[in-house]
């Protein structure tokens, strides 16, 4: 059952990268995912913005001057506890993913991830989800590992493709509601 949304929800896009937003908006505008509502360089800007515009949702860098992600994320929530708050960053390290989670982040993408997750993290998270790719794909592995060694060999094929277009994207957290995408 695919995930739909009531209404295009409000964006603002945080990020030092001043292409990168463009080239995001202009994602999120041509794949008519949402509305851009506002962009911020930093998280000093983001606050700012927040008096004055109330989006659906934050797409929001880890990696930032002035002020970060993750303290811009913990700011944000404390003047609006549900704003939904998508991180995104270069880095898988797992700990970026888990210390947003635990701010209170809905969601963690990584830069390279194409169109169809930002899409589907969208969705999750507006219908209420959450949306943790590194995580997930820890969690993914684990629990295939255990459920299904007879799928090992198979286990390895995919993650040799991992390295190519193909990564791990869950809708849960165990092997029969994850899927691949192809970015």
Request: with cysteine; proline share 4%.
């Given at each position: 059952?695919?995930?739909?949304?009531?209404?295009k929800?409000?964006?603002?896009?945080?990020?030092?990268?001043?292409?990168?937003?463009?080239?995001?908006?202009?994602?999120?505008?041509?794949?008519?995912i949402?509305?851009?509502?506002?962009?911020?360089?930093?998280?000093?800007?983001?606050?700012?913005?927040?008096?004055?515009?109330?989006?659906?949702?934050?797409?929001?860098?880890?990696?930032?001057?002035?002020?970060n992600?993750?303290?811009?994320?913990?700011?944000?929530?404390?003047?609006?506890p549900?704003?939904?708050?998508?991180?995104?960053?270069?880095?898988?390290?797992?700990?970026?993913?888990?210390?947003?989670?635990?701010?209170?982040?809905?969601?963690?993408?990584?830069?390279?991830?194409?169109?169809?997750?930002?899409?589907?993290?969208?969705?999750?998270?507006?219908?209420?989800?959450?949306?943790?790719?590194?995580?997930?794909?820890?969690?993914?592995?684990n629990?295939?590992?255990?459920?299904?060694?007879?799928?090992?060999?198979?286990?390895?094929?995919?993650?040799?493709?991992a390295?190519?277009?193909?990564?791990?994207?869950?809708?849960?957290?165990?092997?029969?509601?994850?899927?691949?995408f192809?970015?």
């Amino acid at each position: 059952m695919p995930l739909t949304l009531k209404q295009k929800p409000d964006i603002i896009l945080v990020d030092d990268q001043q292409l990168f937003r463009q080239g995001l908006k202009a994602i999120i505008n041509y794949e008519d995912i949402g509305c851009v509502i506002g962009e911020a360089k930093d998280g000093e800007e983001f606050l700012a913005l927040l008096t004055t515009l109330k989006p659906d949702i934050v797409l929001m860098d880890i990696d930032m001057p002035q002020m970060n992600g993750f303290e811009a994320t913990k700011k944000s929530l404390e003047i609006l506890p549900k704003l939904k708050i998508i991180a995104f960053s270069f880095f898988s390290e797992e700990e970026y993913s888990r210390e947003m989670m635990e701010i209170g982040a809905k969601g963690f993408l990584l830069k390279s991830n194409g169109i169809k997750e930002l899409k589907h993290a969208i969705k999750m998270v507006m219908n209420g989800e959450s949306y943790f790719v590194s995580e997930s794909r820890k969690i993914f592995n684990n629990d295939f590992e255990k459920t299904d060694p007879a799928k090992a060999p198979e286990k390895e094929v995919n993650k040799t493709r991992a390295k190519g277009k193909m990564q791990f994207f869950p809708w849960g957290v165990n092997r029969k509601s994850a899927f691949m995408f192809d970015s």
